[in-house]
């Protein structure tokens, strides 16, 4: 493979990390609206439960709401982590890149 055409495979590859990077945080984002609205329900339940006492249903509804919310939150550190990973990769191809403009 001669010069131009492993850069233009490196900036290839790297358009599509990048489109990775790009999916992975919106990914996170809608995770984290998802767990901001689980915990307004949390909130919501110990409010309630606060003004009319712990009735069966609404224990079973914070115990519910609380188990979503740590759900979530698990579904984002491993997003997390594959926005990391994915970062690393562009990183890895960006040095790729750097060492053939050298090669020039």
Known sequence: MGQAERRDALL???LDLVAN???????????NQKRAGLE?????VELEIGRSGASAQL????HG???SAEAVMN??????????AA??????????LAATANED
Not at 40 to 44: A, G
Not at 75 to 84: F, G, K, S
């Open 12 to 14: 290839a590859r790297r």
């Open 21 to 31: 990077v790009s999916a992975l945080t919106a990914e996170a984002q809608r995770l």
């Open 40 to 44: 307004m329900d949390v909130l919501r």
């Open 59 to 62: 224990v079973q509804d914070l």
């Open 65 to 67: 709401a609380q188990e």
């Open 75 to 84: 579904a984002r550190a491993a997003c997390e982590n594959r926005i990391a």
């Open 87 to 96: 970062e690393s990769e562009v990183a890895a191809v960006d040095r790729e």
